[in-house]
T-cell receptor, first 116, second 112 residues
């Protein structure tokens, strides 16, 4: 149980275009999901907390107009990188908290974004 | 602000040895702490979650301990195997806050 999926697993896009990444909890309901980014050989940095049915909470320094988050259902959150630039190239990972659990987070497999 | 440090940053040991990974955190007001492993280019796999009221959690060859007052947790791996090679991350969660703060990670290599 407690499986989180991400789609796509990797994506290459041209500078200036937008990319949408999906995060799904497959066998549990998640009122809260989290989006992280990870640069090579570095740890995970939290970008935003996504709450079902309400606006996401962004960490300091993360542009909310650039990284659009939508959490429309208890099993799906999306991250859209708008007007992507090469510096947005990174590994994006989502996690979901099982609302019935003890605040344990389950992580997706990640999405590798490369902006050319 | 919580700061999490993991020592060593990298570790190589021969197969079969027991080993300990260390995690220290500056804010001891934590609700729980999770240990994860991350394989290259992959997401995170949760290994153990230890509540603030617990001192130890065990899963197979893995044992995590927590000393909240001193801000330390250790992950003990018994009888290491090449498949244990990965980066190990610890992440405490503060009371009243769902966010995890990740450590810098320990890159473990088990030599066959």
């Amino acid at each position: 149980g407690a499986v989180v999926s991400q789609h796509p697993s990797w994506v290459i896009c041209k500078s200036g275009t937008s990319v949408k990444i999906e995060c799904r909890s497959l066998d549990f309901q998640a009122t809260t999901m989290f989006w992280y980014r990870q640069f090579p050989k570095q740890s995970l940095m939290l970008m935003a907390t996504s709450n079902e049915g309400s606006k996401a909470t962004y960490e300091q320094g993360v542009e909310k107009d650039k990284f659009l988050i939508n959490h429309a259902s208890l099993t799906l959150s999306t991250l859209t990188v708008t007007s992507a630039h090469p510096e947005d190239s990174s590994f994006y990972i989502c996690s979901a908290r099982d609302q019935a659990g003890v605040y344990e987070q389950y992580f997706g497999p990640g999405t590798r974004l490369t902006v050319t | 602000k919580q700061e999490v440090t993991q020592i060593p940053a990298a570790l190589s040991v021969p197969e079969g040895e027991n080993l300990v990974l260390n995690c220290s955190f500056t804010d001891s007001a934590i609700y729980n702490l999770q240990w994860f492993r991350q394989d290259p280019g992959k997401g995170l796999t949760s290994l153990l979650l230890i509540q603030s009221s617990q001192r130890e959690q065990t899963s197979g060859r893995l044992n995590a301990s927590l000393d909240k007052s001193s801000g330390r947790s250790t992950l003990y791996i018994a009888a290491s195997q090449p498949g244990d090679s990965a980066t190990y991350l610890c992440a405490p969660r503060r009371f009243g806050n769902e966010k995890l703060t990740f450590g810098t990670g320990t890159r473990l290599t088990i030599i066959p």
